[in-house]
Antibody, heavy 116, light 113 residues
Framework: EVQLVESGGGLVQPEGSLRLSCAAS?????????MSWVRQAPGKGLEWVAN????????YYVDSVKGRFTISRDNAKNSLYLQMNSLRDEDTAVYYC????????WGQGTLVTVSS | DVVMTQSPLSLPVTLGQPASISCRSS???????????LNWFQQRPGQSPRRLIY???NRDSGVPDRFSGSGSGTDFTLKISRVEAEDVGVYYC??????????FGQGTRLEIK
């Protein structure tokens, strides 16, 4: 069965940086799927953050993270990443990776807390 | 950006009774390729979201047939024919026709009366 496992979350101060990872398995990560990051602030709904195409040549972001977050992937390692810089309080959320722009499979999420 | 509006936001339902959630988009979700990329997700308490329905009415593998999706253009509906205890959670619609950004509805919290 498709597995997505996020890691890298934690407590970080405002203006700090964090890199999230998502390890994918049990599907052909490299050739067939866009990948997405979606976040959920505590007690709130789902918000799409970014996605990336199969070979990493196309990347899209929600306006609130443009210029601060970078999505990337390493197909040789079946891994998706989210580099988050200049973090703000409002970036506090559980971050999920999901397969495809239609999000047919999700990971368990990793919690990012931005606080001084 | 396409705005997705769900109603109701809270839905108390008696076990065994039907439930219906509406999702409306601020513009038509018909893509230029002819498909409509409207999906439904369930998030049980303490769990990750799970996709139930894709492209309006197609059930994902393992989703009980008491769940069904319908609609077209800007108006969509998720129906549960007979609510069971395991259906408690928050339900979200999501559009992936006009992106970026991909957008979600606010969520509808289903609870048992």
């Amino acid at each position: 069965e498709v597995q997505l496992v996020e890691s890298g979350g934690g407590l970080v101060q405002p203006e700090g940086s964090l890199r999230l990872s998502c390890a994918a398995s049990e599907f052909t990560f490299s050739s067939s799927y866009w990948m997405s990051w979606v976040r959920q602030a505590p007690g709130k709904g789902l918000e799409w953050v970014a996605n990336i195409n199969e070979d990493g040549s196309e990347k899209y972001y929600v306006d609130s993270v443009k210029g601060r977050f970078t999505i990337s992937r390493d197909n040789a390692k079946n891994s998706l990443y989210l580099q988050m810089n200049s973090l703000r309080d409002e970036d506090t959320a559980v971050y999920y990776c999901a397969r495809g722009e239609a999000a047919d499979y999700w990971g368990q999420g990793t919690l990012v807390t931005v606080s001084s | 950006d396409v705005v997705m509006t769900q109603s109701p936001l809270s839905l108390p339902v008696t076990l065994g009774q039907p439930a219906s959630i509406s999702c409306r988009s601020s513009q038509s979700l018909v893509h230029s390729d002819g498909d409509t990329y409207l999906n439904w997700f369930q998030q049980r308490p303490g769990q990750s979201p799970r996709r139930l329905i894709y492209k309006v009415s197609n059930r994902d593998s393992g989703v009980p047939d008491r769940f069904s999706g319908s609609g077209s253009g800007t108006d969509f509906t998720l129906k549960i024919s007979r609510v069971e205890a395991e259906d408690v959670g928050v339900y979200y619609c999501m559009q992936a026709t006009h992106w970026p950004p991909i957008t979600f509805g606010q969520g509808t919290r289903l609870e048992i009366k």
